[in-house]
C-alpha cells in the first residue's frame, strides 16, 4: 500500500499545528544545509520534519516522502527502521572530521570529551541499525 493511503491523525489545534509546521520547515532547512556541511547531520532532522508534517499537513508530509533525493531515506527508515551504508559512512565520516576540528580549536579537554561521548552514543545508535531491509522468503513467512 502506498504511504499517501494512510490516514493520519492531524492536530486540531490550530496553534500546536501551526507550530509543528515551524518545527517541520525548520528540520527541512536544517537538514537541507547539513547535506552541504560537514559535521551536520541531514537524516535526522528530515526524519523530525516528517514526524512533524505527518501531524500537522498531509501535503507536506507526501511531498517530503516522495522527495527525489531524500523520499528513499525516509521510507526506509519508516518502514524498516533503516539507515543505507552510504548515510552511515558519511555520518560517521562527518561526526569524526568534526570532533578532530573541535578537540583542535578548544582550549581544555571537558567540552571535547562531552563532544566525544555523544558522537561516540550517536554512533552507536547510527551503527547498530540495521543497514538494508530485511527480505521475506516463503520460510520466513
Same mark, same amino acid.
Given at each position: ?27 527541512? !532547512? ?9 559535521? #551536520?547531520?541531514? %537524516? &535526522?532532522? $528530515?526524519? @523530525? ?32 527502521? !533503516? ?9 560517521? #565520516?562527518?561526526? %569524526? &572530521?568534526? $570532533?578532530? @576540528? ?32 530485511? !527480505? ?6
Amino acid at each position: 500500500m502506498a504511504d499517501t493511503e494512510h490516514n493520519h491523525m492531524i492536530v486540531q489545534s490550530r496553534t500546536r499545528r501551526y507550530a509543528l509546521l515551524v518545527c517541520g520547515w525548520s528540520n527541512v !532547512v536544517l537538514g537541507t544545509i547539513g547535506a552541504v556541511v560537514p559535521g #551536520m547531520p541531514t %537524516t &535526522v532532522f $528530515l526524519i @523530525i520534519a516528517f514526524w512533524a508534517f505527518t501531524q500537522s499537513s498531509p501535503r507536506m508530509r507526501i511531498w517530503l516522502w516522495n522527495h527525489p533525493r531524500y523520499g528513499a531515506t525516509l521510507q526506509a527508515w519508516e518502514h524498516h527502521r !533503516v539507515i543505507p551504508p552510504r548515510a552511515k559512512c558519511l555520518a560517521m #565520516m562527518t561526526m %569524526t &572530521v568534526s $570532533l578532530v @576540528i573541535f578537540i583542535i580549536l578548544a582550549s581544555g579537554w571537558m567540552l571535547p570529551v562531552t563532544v566525544g561521548g555523544i558522537m561516540f552514543v550517536v554512533s552507536a545508535f547510527i551503527l547498530t541499525r540495521p543497514s538494508h531491509a530485511l !527480505v521475506e522468503t516463503a520460510s520466513n513467512k
